[in-house]
Structure formats: structure tokens, C-alpha cells
């Protein structure tokens, strides 16, 4: 009697088991992702001679280009230029989080030029991800 009592506790506990798994929530299916960057360029040539740029391109392929300033000025290094454009991609990235938007990558790089000049670029690039 106790394999059978045994036998119909299990045969209990699938059925049960099989109703409760039947009422779960389904598995949140993803939505659409859209992608967007940022390419920050800052220029290290000296007296504000170079390009320094905040480059955006959405999810539809519409570009974006905000001037910042350049690492150096004509007495070298200048912390305030660094400290202004550290502020315009903070802000940026605040207002796209604030849309809903997740960074998913940072990635960066240098371009220092040749022994011969004084070219030269610092390039960040963020990859911002958003799902719908």
C-alpha cells in the first residue's frame, strides 16, 4: 500500500506542477533596439587651431555636430576647456538617459601625429542602445 500511496503522491505533484507552469507569465518578448553614438573629437593642436567636435547620429542616420574647445591654447594645456567640454558630454548623455536611452559602450583613442608636427586628436566614442 505504500508504493501505491507513494505512485499517486507523485502522479499528484506532476499534475499540480503542470497547472501551475501552465499559468506562469510568458517570457517578455525584446522589442525593436535602436542604437545611437556619440563621437567626441578634441583637438591637441595647439592655439585652438584644430577641430574639436561633439558628433551625434540617431537611430535614423540624422547627424548632429556641436563645436567644443580644444585641449590646448596658445600657453598650453587649458583645464577649463577640458573641464567645458566635460560638462556639454556629461549633459548630453544625462539628457539621453533621461530618454530612455542605456550606454552600452565607451571606446576611445588617440591620434598623435608624427615626429615632424604637433597634430593630434583625442577620440571617445559612446554607443547608447535603447529598447522599444
Request: aromatic residues 6%; hydrophobic residues 40%.
Given at each position: 500500500m505504500?508504493?501505491?500511496?507513494?505512485?499517486?503522491?507523485?502522479?499528484?505533484?506532476?499534475?499540480?506542477?503542470?497547472?501551475?507552469?501552465?499559468f506562469r507569465s510568458p517570457a517578455p518578448q525584446p522589442g525593436e533596439v535602436k542604437w545611437l553614438q556619440i563621437?567626441?573629437?578634441?583637438?591637441?593642436?595647439?592655439?585652438?587651431?584644430?577641430?574639436s567636435r561633439m558628433i551625434t547620429i540617431d537611430e535614423n542616420g540624422k547627424t548632429d555636430e556641436v563645436k567644443i574647445n580644444n585641449f590646448f591654447s596658445l600657453t598650453g594645456i587649458?583645464?577649463?576647456?577640458?573641464?567645458?567640454?566635460?560638462?556639454?558630454?556629461?549633459n548630453e548623455i544625462q539628457e539621453?538617459?533621461?530618454?530612455?536611452?542605456?550606454?552600452?559602450?565607451i571606446s576611445s583613442g588617440v591620434f598623435s601625429g608624427n615626429q615632424n608636427n604637433t597634430n593630434g586628436i583625442f577620440l571617445t566614442r559612446y554607443l547608447f542602445k535603447k529598447v522599444e
Open positions: 505504500k508504493k501505491n500511496q507513494i505512485l499517486m503522491l507523485g502522479i499528484a505533484l506532476i499534475a499540480i506542477s503542470s497547472i501551475l507552469y501552465s563621437t567626441v573629437v578634441e583637438s591637441v593642436i595647439p592655439g585652438g587651431a584644430g577641430r587649458n583645464f577649463n576647456n577640458i573641464r567645458e567640454n566635460d560638462q556639454t558630454v556629461t539621453l538617459t533621461n530618454q530612455g536611452w542605456e550606454l552600452e559602450h
